[in-house]
């Protein structure tokens, strides 16, 4: 665009340039003749134009190079676009994979029932297990609470395979909450909690085991 408003520019310039020349030669001796006043006000009719031409073409220039302008920086706005929507899709993907492989640095907990106990008066205890089949933690404790009780024990890093048990005295409450946190190996804590509900049939009674959640500790 701008090679085609410079060549027609130019091509009607040097056509008007040779008019003009053409009729000053054609009546040059008129021409001799002008008065300094007069031959600025010829010389002014006569460029007049073609300055004005290319004031024209100047404008229409700089509105062709301003929408250039403007397309460029559309385009980059929208290369832009593009580069923090997939930054943000590599960054998403990044967290996803972090927290697959924190899970996989978590601990496998099992609670089981175990035989009971009975204590030094002849109280009957439930005794509970809690088995690591996943990966190591250390720091553990185990807090257990109900409407009735609450308390908490330090237990042993467990290793994969290794346990600590605790118990709940017979007759304490209808539920159990069981809260183990934890420090897995990256050092980031983690928490697994579990419900125990109180059954009882034929005269029986025993906590059924319920696994509630596991994941980071808030």
């Not at 002008?34 to 010829?42: A, I, P, Y």
């Not at 539920?175 to 034929?202: C, H, M, P, W």
Request: net charge negative; hydrophobic share 40%.
């Amino acid at each position: 665009m701008a090679k085609k408003l410079e060549f027609w520019g130019a091509l009607g310039t040097t056509l008007y340039l040779v008019i003009i020349a053409i009729t000053v030669a054609y009546k040059f001796d008129d021409f001799l003749c002008l008065k300094l006043n007069e031959l600025g006000d010829f010389l002014a009719g006569a460029f007049g134009p073609v300055a004005f031409l290319w004031l024209v073409l100047g404008f229409l220039q700089q509105g062709r190079e301003l929408k250039l302008s403007t397309d460029a920086l559309r385009l980059q706005a929208d290369e832009l676009r593009a580069s923090v929507e997939q930054q943000t899709k590599m960054v998403e993907s990044q967290k996803i994979t972090l927290d697959n492989h924190e899970r996989s640095l978590d601990p496998l907990l099992v609670l089981q029932a175990i035989p009971g106990t009975h204590d030094e008066d002849g109280d009957y205890h439930f005794q509970f297990k809690v088995v690591n089949k996943g990966a190591y933690c250390e720091d553990v404790t185990i807090s257990i609470s109900s409407n009735e009780f609450s308390f908490s024990r330090k237990a042993e890093p467990l290793y994969d395979d290794a346990y600590t048990t605790f118990s709940v005295a017979d007759g304490s409450s209808d539920k159990v909450n069981v809260v183990i946190t934890y420090v897995r190996v990256s050092g980031n804590a983690g928490v697994q909690s579990f419900l125990l509900s109180r059954v009882e049939q034929d005269h029986e009674s025993w906590y059924a085991i319920s696994k509630l959640r596991s994941g980071a500790a808030r």
